[in-house]
C-alpha cells in the first residue's frame, strides 16, 4: 500500500495517479462499519479493475473547529489505522492534514481536489458522510458536486445488538473498560503501543516485575484497574496481567501521574526502551488500596491466575487476531 500525505493546496495533478475507487472518511479504530466502507471499495475497485483507495485525516477535525482536545485521543494512531487499511488489500492511503484552511474549503472545491483532482472514478462513504465547509456537502448532494465525473455508492449504518457501530460507541466501551465486547465491534482485540520506561522498580521486591509502559500516541485507555492481556515483545506474544492506576497502596492518587504496567508471564528478559504493543483482553477487578504488602502480594497472584485461565480460554477464539 503506497501512502501519500496531503497538505492543503496538495501539488497533485489527476495524471500523477491511475484511477482509484475512494473511501472517504475519518476511520477511528477501522471498526466492522468502516471496514464495510473500505471493503466495499475494495470490492468496486476489483470490479471496476482499477485501483483502491482510502481517504482520511489528520488530526481529528473537531480538534481543529472546535480547538476541543475531546477527540485527541484516539482508538487506533494513524499508524495502528494504516496497517489496519493495509491488511485490507488496499492500494493507495491518503492522509490529508486537516487544517482551518482545508476546513474552509467549499463542497464543491474539496469534491474537484480531493476526489476528480485525484483521479476518483467512484467514491464510496458511509450514509453520514459529510464534506466541504461546515459539513454542507453529504451523500445526497455528492452527484450534484460530482460533476458526472465519478460514480458513488452509499454504505448504510451497521448494526450489532441493537446498537450502530461507531467509534463513539467503541470509545465508551474503552474508557468502561468493557474491553471483552469489543471485538463484537472492532472486529479484533483492542491495542494499543508503547515503550517499555524506568519504572519504579517495587514489582521485582515483591516476586512480580513490571513492563512499566509510557504509550507512544494519545490512545484513549481504559478505566483503572487490572486486566488480562496479551503483550508483543519483539515480535512475539506473551501472556499478562496489566494494572493501570495510580498504585493507591503507595501513593496518593492525587499527586502521581497514571501508569499503565504489566507483569509478563514466564518472562524475564530485560526490555528497557522496547516498543510493546498490548492486546486488551478482559478486566479482571477494579483498582483497589490494601492494608499491607502481604495482602497485595496475595491478590497479584489471584489476579496472575485469573488471568490466565483468561487468555487460555480465548486462546482460540477467532477474534484473537496475532498479526
Same mark, same amino acid.
Not at 487506533?76 to 487544517?99: H, N, R, W
Not at 489476579?303 to 477464539?317: N, P, S, V, W
Given at each position: 500500500?503506497?501512502?501519500?500525505?496531503?497538505?492543503?493546496?496538495?501539488?497533485?495533478?489527476?495524471?500523477? /495517479?491511475?484511477?482509484?475507487?475512494?473511501?472517504?472518511?475519518?476511520?477511528? %479504530?477501522?471498526?466492522?462499519?468502516?471496514?464495510?466502507?473500505?471493503?466495499?471499495?475494495?470490492?468496486?475497485?476489483?470490479?471496476?479493475?482499477?485501483?483502491?483507495?482510502?481517504?482520511?485525516?489528520?488530526?481529528?477535525?473537531?480538534?481543529?473547529?472546535? #480547538?476541543?482536545?475531546?477527540?485527541?485521543?484516539?482508538?487506533?494512531?494513524?499508524?495502528? #489505522?494504516?496497517?489496519?487499511?493495509?491488511?485490507?488489500?488496499?492500494?493507495?492511503?491518503?492522509?490529508?492534514?486537516?487544517?482551518?484552511?482545508?476546513?474552509?474549503?467549499?463542497?464543491?472545491?474539496?469534491?474537484?481536489?480531493?476526489?476528480?483532482?485525484?483521479?476518483?472514478?467512484?467514491?464510496?462513504?458511509?450514509?453520514?458522510?459529510?464534506?466541504?465547509?461546515? %459539513? #454542507? %456537502?453529504?451523500?445526497?448532494?455528492?452527484?450534484?458536486?460530482?460533476?458526472?465525473?465519478?460514480?458513488?455508492?452509499?454504505?448504510?449504518?451497521?448494526?450489532?445488538?441493537?446498537?450502530?457501530?461507531?467509534?463513539?460507541?467503541?470509545?465508551?466501551?474503552? /474508557?468502561?473498560?468493557?474491553?471483552?465486547?469489543?471485538?463484537?465491534?472492532?472486529?479484533?482485540?483492542?491495542?494499543?503501543?508503547?515503550?517499555?520506561?524506568?519504572?519504579?522498580?517495587?514489582?521485582?521486591?515483591?516476586?512480580?516485575?513490571?513492563?512499566?509502559?509510557?504509550?507512544?500516541?494519545?490512545?484513549?485507555?481504559?478505566?483503572?484497574?487490572?486486566?488480562?492481556?496479551?503483550?508483543?515483545?519483539?515480535?512475539?506474544?506473551?501472556?499478562g496481567v496489566l494494572n493501570i492506576g495510580y498504585k493507591p497502596t503507595f501513593h496518593d492518587p492525587s499527586t502521581v501521574k497514571l501508569s499503565v504496567e504489566v507483569h509478563i508471564i514466564d518472562f524475564s528478559d530485560s526490555i528497557y526502551d522496547q516498543e510493546v504493543q498490548v492486546m486488551w483482553i478482559k478486566r479482571i477487578r477494579s483498582e483497589q488500596k490494601f492494608n499491607s504488602i502481604?495482602?497485595?502480594?496475595?491478590?497479584?497472584?489471584?489476579?496472575?491466575?485469573?488471568?490466565?485461565?483468561?487468555?487460555?480460554?480465548?486462546?482460540?477464539?477467532?477474534? /484473537?487476531?496475532?498479526?
Amino acid at each position: 500500500m503506497k501512502i501519500i500525505e496531503l497538505k492543503h493546496p496538495h501539488s497533485i495533478n489527476q495524471q500523477d /495517479l491511475p484511477p482509484i475507487v475512494l473511501a472517504l472518511g475519518y476511520f477511528d %479504530g477501522v471498526h466492522l462499519g468502516h471496514q464495510k466502507v473500505i471493503k466495499t471499495a475494495k470490492a468496486k475497485a476489483e470490479e471496476l479493475g482499477i485501483n483502491s483507495a482510502v481517504m482520511t485525516f489528520y488530526p481529528h477535525p473537531s480538534v481543529v473547529l472546535r #480547538k476541543s482536545n475531546a477527540h485527541a485521543a484516539c482508538i487506533t494512531s494513524i499508524k495502528d #489505522k494504516a496497517e489496519e487499511i493495509e491488511k485490507i488489500g488496499i492500494d493507495y492511503l491518503f492522509i490529508v492534514d486537516f487544517t482551518p484552511s482545508f476546513a474552509e474549503l467549499l463542497p464543491q472545491q474539496f469534491v474537484d481536489q480531493y476526489i476528480i483532482g485525484l483521479h476518483g472514478k467512484h467514491v464510496v462513504a458511509g450514509f453520514d458522510y459529510t464534506y466541504g465547509r461546515l %459539513g #454542507k %456537502g453529504t451523500m445526497e448532494t455528492l452527484p450534484f458536486h460530482s460533476r458526472e465525473m465519478f460514480t458513488q455508492t452509499v454504505v448504510e449504518k451497521v448494526v450489532e445488538n441493537n446498537e450502530k457501530i461507531s467509534s463513539t460507541l467503541i470509545r465508551e466501551l474503552i /474508557l468502561n473498560g468493557d474491553i471483552d465486547t469489543l471485538p463484537t465491534y472492532l472486529g479484533r482485540f483492542y491495542k494499543t503501543k508503547g515503550i517499555v520506561v524506568h519504572g519504579e522498580k517495587r514489582g521485582r521486591t515483591i516476586g512480580f516485575p513490571t513492563a512499566n509502559i509510557e504509550h507512544i500516541d494519545e490512545y484513549i485507555l481504559p478505566s483503572t484497574g487490572v486486566y488480562a492481556v496479551y503483550i508483543r515483545v519483539s515480535g512475539s506474544w506473551y501472556k499478562g496481567v496489566l494494572n493501570i492506576g495510580y498504585k493507591p497502596t503507595f501513593h496518593d492518587p492525587s499527586t502521581v501521574k497514571l501508569s499503565v504496567e504489566v507483569h509478563i508471564i514466564d518472562f524475564s528478559d530485560s526490555i528497557y526502551d522496547q516498543e510493546v504493543q498490548v492486546m486488551w483482553i478482559k478486566r479482571i477487578r477494579s483498582e483497589q488500596k490494601f492494608n499491607s504488602i502481604d495482602e497485595l502480594i496475595a491478590q497479584i497472584q489471584r489476579d496472575k491466575e485469573a488471568a490466565i485461565r483468561h487468555l487460555e480460554t480465548i486462546k482460540r477464539d477467532k477474534n /484473537l487476531h496475532f498479526v
